[in-house]
């Protein structure tokens, strides 16, 4: 996560952790969705995107400190690794879009994309 954190303060966008398991249905739609060039784009331009297999012991301690308890999940993180927004389940490709823009208007409103 360090990582992605030196990147996210670099590009001056703030962080999105797709949570999904290699077995799950919803998972796998939704890797589907995240290939859709408007979500691409969209979350691309605004986010530094990584997945995180939600299966794995330590990355499913990571997880519930964020707040997530279900997989598929998506966290909205500042750089400094602070969670901002989090929503679970199967989004249509619209609807994604739509659940991020929530994150970064959460964050405007925080005034904390990058802090």
Do not use: H
Not at 58 to 72: D, E, H, L, Q, R
Not at 79 to 85: C, L, N, P, R, W
Request: charged fraction near 25%; glycine fraction near 6%.
């Amino acid at each position: 996560m360090k990582s992605i954190s030196k990147i996210s303060r670099k590009e001056a966008k703030p962080i999105m952790v797709f949570v999904s398991g290699e077995n799950c249905t919803n998972s796998k739609r939704m890797s589907e969705v995240f290939r859709r060039k408007t979500v691409s784009t969209f979350l691309g331009e605004n986010f530094v995107c990584k997945e995180m297999d939600g299966t794995n012991i330590f990355n499913v301690f990571k997880a519930s400190n964020w707040g997530v308890n279900t997989i598929p999940s998506y966290v909205f993180l500042t750089s400094k690794g602070e969670v901002v927004y989090v929503v679970s389940g199967y989004k249509k490709a619209d609807k994604m879009i739509e659940e991020a823009q929530t994150a970064l208007e959460l964050m405007k409103d925080q005034n904390n994309i990058i802090q």
